[in-house]
């Protein structure tokens, strides 16, 4: 079975803090995706990385950074100096490439508030 | 191209009515996706088009749920003898055939049932 767990519900944050938003999965397949999404008040979910099975390597982006550990099956978000536009939910997800469906399965989402 | 286009925003119901959304993707995805949030929640999945073919169907999907892809293009998604446990946020998305690079999700519908 698949499964995805963002373990915090809410954090919340001062403005140009640093933050980690966690995200833990559980999967028996060897080759799959993991994901990344920001859910701001607006609704629409916004993607913000893709990170296959074979691809270790620590990204960053601007204020974005991601830390992917195959050893302790952790795809971990950090935003450096929050801002409150990065007030939000966030959502990890993780997707097989076996079923051809590229179906996602979502973490139940970390909400952060980033206070001004 | 303006992404994903869901329709309506928002709809209120009252329970035992049918409701139907539309979901136009872009233009040249083959792939289309319908997925539910509930509140709290991430979301899960519902169904899943490739073309015009609807490919998997979760078991979320109950006899009252029914969802279309005619000529590949846009979705409806249709819920019949709504019940106050569908109200959610339904979410579709959309992506290129044969890549997982991550979907294009539209802003979705939020449906209440009274």
């Known amino acids: 079975a698949q499964k995805v767990t963002q373990a915090q519900t809410e954090i919340s944050v001062v403005e140009k803090e640093d933050v980690t938003l966690d995200c833990v999965y559980e999967?028996?397949?060897?080759?799959?995706?993991l994901f990344w999404y920001k859910q701001p008040p607006s609704g629409e979910l916004v993607f913000l990385i893709r990170?296959?099975?074979?691809?270790?390597q620590n990204e960053i982006s601007g204020r974005y950074s991601w830390n992917f550990q195959k050893s302790t099956s952790s795809f971990n978000f950090t935003i450096t100096a929050s801002q409150v536009v990065d007030s939000a939910v966030y959502f990890c997800?993780?997707?097989?490439?076996?079923?051809?469906?590229?179906?996602?399965?979502f973490g139940t989402g970390t909400r952060l508030k980033v206070l001004a | 191209d303006t992404g994903v286009s869901q329709d309506p925003r928002h709809k209120i119901t009252k329970r035992g009515q049918n409701v139907t959304f539309r979901c136009d993707p872009i233009?040249?995805?083959?792939?289309l996706y319908w997925y539910r949030q509930t509140l709290g929640q991430g979301p899960e999945f519902l169904t899943y088009?490739?073309?015009?073919?609807?490919?998997?169907k979760s078991r979320l999907l109950s006899d009252r749920f029914s969802a279309e892809r005619p000529k590949g293009s846009f979705s409806t998604l249709e819920i019949q003898r709504t019940e106050q446990g569908d109200s959610a946020m339904y979410l579709c998305?959309?992506?290129?055939?044969?890549?997982?690079?991550?979907?294009?999700f539209g802003s979705g519908t939020r449906l209440t049932v009274v």
């Open positions: 998305a959309s992506s290129d055939t044969g890549h997982n690079y991550g979907y294009t």
């Open positions: 999967t028996r397949d060897t080759t799959y995706y």
């Open positions: 990170r296959n099975s074979f691809d270790e």
């Open positions: 997800a993780l997707s097989s490439v076996y079923s051809g469906t590229y179906k996602y399965i």
């Open positions: 233009s040249e995805h083959n792939r």
């Open positions: 088009f490739q073309n015009e073919a609807q490919l998997e």
